[in-house]
């Protein structure tokens, strides 16, 4: 009678599944806030949805309006201008003029020379990993730019409300830096980014379609995800539908691990996403830098597995720290670059530093 005991075969195939599986980053203005705490190149510094109109100067635009929310955030505000703008020409105007200052301001912004938040978590993942971001700002792209000089093994970006910073040709389908020449020998045209915030319809835009389509795929089977300063509002219904739908039933999610780096209260952060986290899989950080792809760059699913599956102690001081320069980066990550492009095509485990 044959055992149904696993074999070695059969162990190595687990541990490399599970290795090889994504690392979800999601992304809200926290990140961008802590990706440029004292400002950008320039200091100037990310503003909040609340207060946003009053910050920006932009109160001149709805001065002839009598708005019947109380509510300063700036997605408030624009849904009731999009409510009222079919009847109301004027909301037609000034939600159209609140688009175009938005998007000059946000196209203004500069990654400082040092490196930050951003550079590190770029370089902290490889290709298999995916960073979705709701924030329009521009700074991720740059930091994506600057990634690509030590390696083009690079996470997959995806764009929940737009960028600035990224066009789209809907004719062939192709995403990249706005502006750009496509295939066809057009310019990348601006992607939409506001939308009403009761009733988000995210296929209406087809390519803010494809980045919901790479999120939800790499939900469905990602072993880890990382929250880096997004609150789950619970405005955004349709957001946070479409992400339970992908990830299942919290329950069958028993060996997945949840992330979460919030300056707010533990308990309130893991209230907003008590949906998504298995029983105790969670853990809650303040900084980027504690964080398994803070101290386990380019490994981070490889050290959860060592450290869960296999009872391995992760060595603690091995992985990023907030004061290094990009030569620090580059010397920490060359070595994993190179074994990385060594096994490409291969089923041959990566090595795993922080063990």
């Known amino acids: 009678m044959k055992d149904d005991y696993p074999t070695t075969r059969d162990l190595y195939d687990y541990e490399y599944y599970m290795k090889s599986r994504p690392h979800v980053v999601l992304l809200g203005a926290g990140a ?16 909040a949805m609340n207060g946003f109109i009053k910050k920006l100067g932009l109160t001149d635009i709805l001065e002839k309006i009598t708005l019947h929310t109380s509510s300063d955030n700036l ?16 909301c037609m105007d000034a939600k159209q003029k609140l688009e175009e200052v938005i998007r000059e301001y946000m196209l203004n912004f500069k990654l400082p020379d040092n490196p930050t938040v951003y550079d590190y978590l770029i370089m902290g993942l490889t290709s298999k990993d995916l960073i979705a971001t709701f924030n329009w700002d521009p700074l991720l792209v740059q930091a994506y730019a600057r990634a690509m000089t030590y390696t083009t093994n690079l996470p997959q970006l995806a764009f929940l409300h737009g960028n600035v910073a990224v066009g789209y040709c809907l004719e ?5 830096n706005v502006g750009m020449t496509c295939r066809c020998g057009k310019p990348l045209a601006p992607t939409k980014l506001l939308f009403p915030i009761k009733n988000k319809n995210y296929s209406s835009d087809t390519a803010i379609s494809k980045s919901w389509k790479s999120l939800n795929n790499a939900l469905e089977v ?24 992908a990830w299942g039933a919290v329950e069958d999610r028993n060996f997945e691990e949840i992330e979460i ?80 492009e060594n096994k490409k095509g291969t089923k041959k485990l990566l090595i795993n530093p922080y063990v």
Do not use: Q
């Not at 062939?172 to 990249?176: C, F, P, Q, T, W």
């Open 32 to 47: 961008s806030c802590a990706a440029i705490p004292n400002g950008d190149k320039n200091g100037r510094k990310i503003s």
């Open 75 to 90: 997605e408030d505000i624009y849904m009731e201008l999009d409510e009222r703008s079919k009847a109301e020409p004027i």
């Open 172 to 176: 062939d389908n192709v995403m990249g």
């Open 222 to 245: 990602a072993y880890m995800v990382t929250i880096f300063g997004y609150s789950a509002p619970k405005s955004d219904v349709a957001a946070i539908e479409m992400m339970k739908k």
């Open 261 to 340: 780096v919030d300056l707010r209260e533990e308990d309130e952060v893991i209230e907003s996403w008590g949906d998504f986290i298995h029983t105790h899989h969670y853990s809650y950080h303040s900084s980027f830098f504690t964080t398994t792809i803070g101290r386990c760059p380019r490994r981070s699913c490889e050290a959860t597995f060592d450290r869960l599956m296999m009872n391995r102690w992760l060595k603690p001081d091995k992985g990023f720290k907030a004061d290094m320069d990009f030569g620090d980066i580059d010397k920490l990550t060359c070595d994993l670059i190179i074994d990385e």
